[in-house]
């Protein structure tokens, strides 16, 4: 198979991290490959960017995983600086582990599967670890025995403050049961933490401000002063109808409340879509356009799972491309059509929640490409119908 071959085929793997082909910009893919299958568009520089804005932040900035495992994806975290990972499974720890021998893993998922803690401590060396209740704490300590080093966080809910997607009632504990907990992490003699979550793409940096003084709360409740605190994600990604605070306001609130801590403990978090939405856009083509109604080759069982969670209300970035008649890609005026827009599986479901706003005379062969797409799209991809994305190229130096 040729290269071309290749690159319209979608044999999985055809693109190999560390092997991606090279383009000067989105218009180069498309007018020099013309794809028929999605593309994803790896961007270094905002990988690099993206990265420096956790300077900021007083401590170490853990990449979540879940939110793109792809080894491509990583491979720009990894190369953007980013040293600390925030793996949530054994197969998270084993993915980076191998990939990256001077990457740290910490277990920051409260719920664990059997024996997965035991593991992880006694094959991979990890240390740091999340409980929210008793039945997970005495299973960490039965499974890495309290071992040396091994430092518990607690994770206490916060309340919906600013964030469109809440991850505090999963997970998470109340202040006074939290309290209870870290005085048993230290009965236990391992080192206390406290954690928290304050929801995904967090709009509102005072949610951070509110949440850190929950967890100084809290430890003041239990009498003890912690050694380490987890701040988690939540840190936005730059979508439309959303309003996005700009990414300072985040590391001043947080500042601020970190300056009330007493002691000096180890400062963490965990951002996932942060670090990576920016870094990838994808570029789909329209396959068919009936009326008002549009068949895209990637749809919700591919790049866009995360528009049909419920609070979802942003939107991606969009640009259209038409290749002209010298064979240039050029941008396309959008119109004032609201388009419904169907994935390319044979399920009725596969369709986008809300109509796009497209050209008026969008038409089969033109290129949607979707902008600030790295998060929560390909990690949450399926073959489902024999369709998978998996075409990567980097765009850029
Ligand atoms: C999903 C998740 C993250 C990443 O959240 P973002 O909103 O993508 O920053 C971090 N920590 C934990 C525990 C998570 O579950």
């Known amino acids: 198979m040729n290269d071309v071959a290749r690159f319209q085929s979608g044999v999985p793997g055809s693109s190999l991290a560390g092997s991606l082909p090279h383009y000067a910009s989105v218009e180069d893919v498309i007018q020099r490959e013309r794809p028929v299958l999605p593309v994803y568009c790896l961007f270094p520089q905002r990988f690099v960017e993206a990265a420096a804005r956790f300077k900021n932040f007083p401590g170490d900035a853990m990449y979540a995983v879940k939110a793109n495992p792809a080894p491509q994806v990583l491979d720009q975290v990894h190369a953007a600086g980013t040293r600390h990972f925030d793996t949530a499974s054994l197969a998270e720890i084993e993915l980076i582990r191998r990939r990256f021998p001077d990457a740290h ?88 933490g406290l954690t928290f979550h304050v929801g995904s793409q967090c709009l509102s940096p005072l949610s951070y401000a509110k949440a850190i003084e929950m967890a100084r709360r809290t430890a003041e409740l239990a009498g003890i002063e912690i050694a380490a605190l987890d701040i988690g994600g939540g840190f936005p990604g730059p979508y439309h109808n959303n309003d996005v605070p700009p990414h300072h306001s985040y590391f001043d609130a947080i500042r601020e409340a ?100 497209l050209p008026d005379d969008i038409r089969p062969g033109d290129h949607i490409v979707v902008d600030a797409i790295g998060a929560y799209s390909v990690a949450l991809r399926t073959n489902f119908n024999g369709f998978f994305p998996d075409k990567w190229v980097i765009v850029g130096n």
């Not at 920051?108 to 060396?125: E, K, L, S």
């Not at 740091?128 to 966080?153: P, S």
């Not at 504990?173 to 048993?184: F, I, N, P, S």
């Not at 996932?272 to 549009?294: M, N, Y």
Request: charged share 20%; proline share 7%; aromatic share 8%.
């Open 258 to 357: 970190l300056a009330i801590l007493p002691g000096q403990p180890r400062l963490m978090c965990e951002p996932g879509r942060a670090l990576i939405a920016e870094g990838v856009s994808v570029i789909t083509q329209v396959v068919l356009r009936k009326g008002d109604t549009l068949y895209l080759n990637d749809g919700i069982y591919g790049s866009f799972d995360e528009l049909t969670l419920p609070g979802w209300t942003a939107d991606y970035p969009l640009r259209v491309f038409r290749i002209d008649g010298e064979g240039h890609a050029a941008v396309q005026p959008m119109g004032r059509t609201p388009f419904r827009v169907y994935g390319p599986t044979c399920d009725t479901l596969d369709v986008l929640p809300k109509p796009l706003m």
């Open 105 to 192: 893993c910490h277990f920051m998922a409260p719920v664990r599967i059997v024996g997965a803690a035991h593991t992880a401590f006694h094959q991979h060396g990890v240390t740091d670890y999340v409980v929210d209740c008793d039945f997970e704490l005495d299973k960490l300590l039965a499974e890495t025995g309290g071992g040396k080093g091994v430092c518990i966080f607690v994770r206490i809910s916060t309340p919906l403050g600013g964030a469109l997607l809440e991850l505090s009632s999963k997970f998470g504990t109340t202040q006074e049961d939290a309290a209870r907990l870290l005085k048993r992490v230290v009965e236990a003699g391992v080192t206390p």
